[in-house]
């Protein structure tokens, strides 16, 4: 039978198709193996197990700072540092790269492997201002803030028409007009030179007037600019009200307690504090200055000198140096200093004595280690009538060259160069917002000035009381230059490292029969507590405008407009950062919201037009893009917390909800998130340390 020659072939190739199988069984797992785990540089001589081990010894030595990975900026050049301080253990980077548009991009052009002290410049955009992520051979990610400001980039769906020309359809709309949109991130933070879609249900406010799209319309921003409400630098709580009216019986202080000092003791140092002086009833002091030469008229960049610390409210007080602000200012001769019943013609608002003006004033004062005051003024009213506006006052002092400067919302008014000088560092005085004198003792005329205890039964002193309301108080232990002042009053934190109080005025936790207003730079040190003299705190918003606090800045979304719309208009704040854990493990965190009270727990009405309105508030908890919370103060009696294991810092994001009916009078609104740590047992503010703002 004669054979077929195909048959031969055919076998071969069968041959060959068993032998590829074989090889394909065998390999297959291995490219398997390989892909499902993390590709490190190390893996063809270490075992999973000994990865593991070295990258967690890896993440250990740098947590403790072994090396010291910093970031650093000079002009536009962003460097990465690396510093030893101890044995030297070689690091090996695969990646360092930067964040923009929406994706990791390579900061750095080749792996290198660090084995001492090292500067890397990197390569970024001028100015960016994020985040630097590195990636090591063993698998860890490492994340640092470019930018030192602490809290969270904070958007509301709000936008204005800022320049130009911007078009909805054919109708312009002029600078000034309010879209609100009807969910967030409907639009760019940052609306030009392009066609955008407002979906149906956008309120559009012009010239006061107020209309709804009834169906999606284009936005043309050719010619001109839209811009998002945002600040960078929020933390919570986000509220629309304050802890109460400061005056010489209602006031903030630090305690004697043995896990704090009375005040953090400071040479150079900057004050800023937000406020909004009143004198109704005529019971805010002027600023009085008692100067041990001729009286000058009042000036801007002049020292003066007195032996006496100068009168008036002072809106806060580090121990060594006040912001004051008075109803009138007066430089007269140091003779008669703290006896101003035989001063010029009397007592304040008493008969021939220094009289307030119903016009307002600011200055700045530092006690020197020769238990003198230097003080600089403006000269120029801060406003006139029942009520200054609202307003930013910082004061900051450097101990090097002894300068000394005083700023009104972002701008400079008054400085001077007294050459280097130490303050006083008085330990026994208290740290105070709202007053710095717990009487009128004539210890003031030596030159010392008392501070007070914030929880003690006394009334402050009205001579150096403020009359108003007060919202954040910052201090920081350097002096900071002018450029960072203007970013405080954009809404950001600068330098938040070197805060070492940060009161939001805007959280009061009740401990027994004390109120506590807690330091979120560092909890638990330097906090302050009502004094219970004759007044304690009150939930309630002073104003008659819708003002949302919840960072280093008001953001002011739309005074008296959204009060008196004709439509019910919800507004939503996003809140986004890199969220820090103090130490490894399980957090239990809890969401607050404002609750349909009639009164503060004063008794105090909140609002100025009486009784609150009860606003409905909805809050949705995102980490790492996972949602985790979702409530509503509505649902009372739900359960508002979550738990979560924090091990390295993750992206949270919030977004908090509440609506405002038609013709909404004195809305309370509220939302606060805090955590339980390992170990404590009750739960706490999350501190500016633990919240990093995300910036493109």
């Avoid at 063993?138 to 969270?152: F, I």
């Avoid at 007060?470 to 450029?483: C, E, H, Q």
């Avoid at 304690?536 to 008659?544: A, K, N, Q, V």
């Amino acid at each position: 039978m004669a054979r077929n020659p195909l048959n031969k072939g055919q076998a071969i190739v069968i041959l060959g198709l068993v032998l590829l199988l074989m090889i394909f069984i065998t390999i297959i797992p291995l490219l398997l193996t390989v892909g499902l785990n993390p590709v490190y540089s190390k893996q063809s001589t270490l075992s999973y197990s000994q990865l593991l081990s070295q990258k967690n010894l890896q993440l250990l030595e740098i947590e403790e700072g072994n090396p010291e990975i910093t970031v650093s900026t000079q002009g536009d050049a962003v460097y990465l540092n690396f510093n030893y301080f101890g044995q030297i253990t070689p690091i090996t980077i695969d990646h360092i790269l930067y964040y923009s548009n929406g994706q990791w991009k390579p900061a750095y052009p080749s792996n290198i492997t660090v084995s001492g002290d090292t500067t890397l410049s990197l390569y970024v955009p001028p100015g960016y201002q994020g985040f630097i992520d590195i990636v090591t051979d063993l698998g860890n990610s490492l994340y640092l803030p470019v930018s030192t400001a602490g809290g969270l980039t904070t958007c509301a769906n709000i936008y204005n028409v800022s320049s130009g020309e911007v078009y909805l359809g054919t109708q312009l709309l002029p600078v000034g007009t309010i879209i609100i949109t009807p969910q967030p991130n409907q639009l760019p933070n940052l609306v030009h030179g392009i066609d955008a879609t407002l979906p149906k249900g956008t309120i559009i406010i012009k010239n006061g007037n107020e209309s709804i799209l009834s169906a999606p319309q284009e936005l043309n921003t050719t010619n001109g600019v839209v811009i998002q409400k945002c600040f960078t630098s929020g933390w919570y709580p986000i509220s629309n009200f304050l802890t109460g009216y400061q005056s010489d019986n209602d006031y903030t202080g630090t305690v004697i307690s043995p896990n704090s000092p009375n005040n953090p003791s400071l040479q150079s140092q900057t004050l800023v504090q937000w406020f909004i002086a009143s004198d109704n009833p005529g019971n805010l002091e002027p600023i009085v200055i008692h100067v041990t030469n001729n009286p000058q008229p009042p000036s801007n960049n002049v020292n003066y000198l007195s032996n006496t610390p100068p009168e008036g409210g002072y809106i806060v007080w580090s121990g060594d140096a006040g912001l004051i602000v008075g109803s009138g200012l007066i430089v007269v001769n140091g003779s008669n200093a703290g006896n101003l019943g035989n001063g010029p013609g009397g007592t304040p608002h008493g008969p021939g004595g220094p009289q307030p003006s119903n016009t307002y004033y600011l200055a700045f004062t530092v006690q020197l280690k020769n238990g003198s005051w230097e003080t600089i003024v403006d000269p120029k009213p801060i406003g006139q009538g029942q009520e200054s506006p609202l307003t930013l006052a910082v004061g900051s002092y450097d101990e090097g060259s002894g300068t000394m400067s005083l700023y009104i919302n972002d701008t400079l008014v008054s400085t001077v160069k007294l050459g280097s000088l130490q303050v006083n560092n008085t330990l026994s005085a208290f740290m105070d917002a709202g007053s710095a004198s717990n009487s009128t003792s004539t210890s003031t005329t030596t030159g010392y000035l008392n501070g007070i205890e914030g929880n003690v039964n006394t009334a402050g002193s009205q001579q150096y009381s403020f009359n108003g309301i007060l919202g954040p108080t910052i201090i920081y232990d350097v002096s900071l230059p002018g450029s960072e002042i203007q970013e405080i009053y954009q809404g950001k934190i600068p330098s938040s490292q070197d805060v070492v109080v940060l009161w939001s005025q805007n959280m009061v936790l009740q401990i027994g029969g004390a109120y506590k207003v807690p330091n979120l730079a560092d909890p638990g040190l330097f906090d302050g507590y009502w004094g219970l003299g004759a007044g304690i705190p009150t939930d309630f918003s002073p104003f008659s405008d819708i003002i949302i606090w919840g960072g280093g800045a008001p953001v002011i979304l739309n005074p008296n407009i959204l009060l008196n719309s004709n439509q019910q208009i919800n507004i939503t704040i996003e809140s986004q950062g890199l969220l820090t854990p103090i130490v490894p493990g399980y957090y239990k965190f809890v969401v607050n919201f404002s609750d349909p009270i009639n009164t503060g727990p004063g008794g105090t009405p909140p609002g100025p037009g009486g009784t609150p309105g009860y606003v409905p508030e909805y809050v949705t908890v995102y980490i790492n893009g996972e949602k985790i919370y979702e409530g509503t103060n509505e649902n009372h009696g739900s359960i508002n917390t979550f738990n979560y294991y924090l091990s390295q810092p993750v992206n949270i994001t919030t977004y908090f909800t509440f609506t405002l009916a038609s013709h909404q009078q004195n809305p309370e609104i509220y939302f606060n998130l805090m955590w339980m740590p390992p170990g404590s047992t009750s739960f706490e503010p999350i501190p500016l340390s633990s919240l990093t703002p995300f910036f493109e």
